[in-house]
Nanobody, 118 residues
Framework: QVQLVESGGGLVQAGGSLRLSCAAS????????MGWYRQAPGKQRELVAR??????TNYGDSVKGRFTISRDNANTVYLQMNSLKPEDTAVYYC?????????????WGQGTQVTVSS
């Protein structure tokens, strides 16, 4: 129902930067909220950042001030990650929230690995 294509992960040294991109498409509904979540080995998936079609954003506490989410008009979302730390190492998943569903229903991409070396 929803196609998500992610790119931009990789290996970077601590203090470095990476930019993730995700292009979403669907004919089922109008996309409003998109976001990035991450999952490290042995941990639960957690919010990194999310953004609405109107530009409202919210961030996970651990990335505030370091990461920036943005979005273009074509349902592509970006995550600029600066001042990366080894604890940012995880698989990063791009997602699209299905509008109107409670509890929230998300569609996910395949994930992209981000590894930060110390």
């Amino acid at each position: 129902q929803v196609q998500l294509v992610e790119s931009g992960g990789g290996l970077v040294q601590a203090g470095g930067s990476l930019r993730l991109s995700c292009a979403a498409s669907t004919s089922t509904f109008s996309i409003n909220t998109m976001g990035w979540y991450r999952q490290a080995p042995g941990k639960q998936r957690e919010l990194v950042a999310r953004i609405t079609s109107g530009g409202s954003t919210n961030y996970g506490d651990s990335v505030k001030g370091r990461f920036t989410i943005s979005r273009d008009n074509a349902n592509t979302v970006y995550l600029q990650m600066n001042s990366l730390k080894p604890e940012d190492t995880a698989v990063y998943y791009c997602g699209v929230r299905r509008p109107g569903w409670v509890p929230e229903v998300w569609y996910w991409g395949q994930g992209t690995q981000v590894t930060v070396s110390s």
